[in-house]
């Protein structure tokens, strides 16, 4: 009963947000289209997308700023859903928050070690921010250098990892992209104690426990695959948290001499069901199946849960990843059904 009156508003809310997510047909029409003009033109007339699209000009139609919008999207449903939590998801959300600050301090990264000339383009972030966020984008902008940059963010939990590594030798952006995925996910399998009590935390500990051992299946698997890693440099990359991964399975995934000893391997986890190796996906399509399935079966079974709030904010940033790579694969004159197998769609 406590969680019903808990979650009652925010459930009836978040459904009727889902309803205006785009559907499986919709994104093979869009596949269909010709320019990155019509496909603004298509989210206009026949999406939710209609009314911070008509913020855009004829001459701003192109995909940076219908990207922009896009995003600004995503951070207007976060503050819908944000505005009817009580105290208990609110710190909850907090949690969420850490995946975008994170995606921030990245593209900052980028843009100081590759020395683009191009400004910092962040306005359209400023105000949610400003309002959600522990990260000063005004003090970010400033940054010229990467110990310029870690130095803006001495105020926040961000600035201990980065800083210890800022004074190692030989640092790449690479480098500084896995420090702030591992202290992400490490640090949110920390707190999730402290914010989540009893069915939540049960529920979260589920998704991310499954997300934290699908990257790790994920990395191995392109370790292997792609780079032919040695199991010393691969046990580097991965998250070291192990929900249902056992530690002896964990080391056989990275000491498993070739691919095929690799998948007999993945065959005796609880994800093979619906991460088969064998399918013709892309791994990244795979472990986003896998997540979809996890996440929308707790949302089906604890309708009144911090599930609701979790699935919905992921199927929306997987829409927004999906349009945007839609975007790009029209723009480079991609076939209707070579994009839809970028989107991970299906052709009609």
Same mark, same amino acid.
């Given at each position: 009963m406590g969680n019903l009156l808990?979650?009652?508003?925010?459930?009836?809310?978040i459904r009727a947000m889902e309803a205006k997510l785009l559907r499986p047909e919709q994104f093979v029409e869009i596949a269909n289209l010709g320019s990155v003009p019509e496909i603004a033109e298509y989210l206009r007339k026949n999406t939710a997308y209609a009314g911070a699209l008509e913020t855009l000009n004829e001459d701003q139609i192109h995909r940076g700023n219908i990207e922009k919008v896009l995003t600004q999207s995503l951070y207007h449903d976060y503050t819908k859903i944000y505005r009817f939590c009580g105290q208990k998801q609110r710190r909850f959300m907090k949690l969420i928050m850490k995946s975008y600050e994170v995606d921030l301090i990245d593209y900052c990264l980028t843009i100081v070690i590759n020395r683009y000339k191009k400004p910092f383009d962040l306005n359209y972030k400023r105000a949610f921010f400003d309002r959600?966020?522990?990260?000063?984008?005004?003090?970010?902008?400033?940054?010229r250098t990467t110990d310029e940059l870690v130095e803006n963010l001495k105020d926040t939990e961000y600035y201990a990892p980065l800083k210890k590594l800022k004074d190692s030798q030989?640092?790449?952006?690479?480098?500084?992209?896995?420090t702030l995925d591992l202290y992400l996910f490490t640090s949110t399998w920390k707190e999730q104690k +402290?914010?989540?009590?009893?069915?939540? !935390?049960?529920?979260? @500990?589920?998704?991310?426990?499954?997300?934290?051992?699908?990257?790790?299946?994920?990395?191995?698997?392109?370790?292997?695959?792609y780079y032919n890693m040695k199991p010393a440099d691969i046990y580097l990359?991965?998250?070291?948290?192990?929900?249902?991964?056992?530690?002896?399975?964990?080391?056989?995934?990275v000491e498993a001499p070739g691919l095929e000893e690799f998948e007999t391997a993945v065959a005796r986890t609880t994800y093979a069901r619906h991460y088969n190796f064998k399918q013709q996906l892309t791994i990244e399509q795979m472990y986003l199946?896998?997540?979809?399935?996890?996440?929308?079966?707790?949302?089906?079974?604890?309708?009144?849960s911090i599930?609701?709030?979790?699935?919905?904010?992921?199927? +929306?940033?997987?829409?927004?990843?999906? !349009?945007?790579?839609? @975007?790009?694969?029209?723009?480079y004159s991609l076939t209707p059904g070579e994009t839809l197998a970028y989107v991970g769609g299906k052709t009609q």
């Open positions: 808990a979650y009652s508003g925010i459930a009836t809310k959600y966020s522990q990260i000063s984008i005004e003090k970010l902008i400033t940054s030989n640092v790449t952006l690479y480098d500084y992209t896995l +402290k914010v989540l009590k009893k069915s939540d !935390l049960e529920l979260f @500990m589920r998704d991310r426990g499954s997300q934290i051992d699908l990257l790790n299946l994920q990395w191995i698997y392109r370790a292997k695959k990359l991965l998250i070291p948290i192990h929900y249902k991964l056992s530690t002896d399975l964990v080391k056989e995934l199946d896998c997540l979809n399935y996890l996440y929308t079966l707790d949302r089906r079974r604890n309708p009144y599930a609701v709030i979790n699935t919905y904010l992921f199927l +929306k940033e997987e829409e927004i990843k999906k !349009l945007t790579t839609a @975007m790009e694969c029209v723009r």
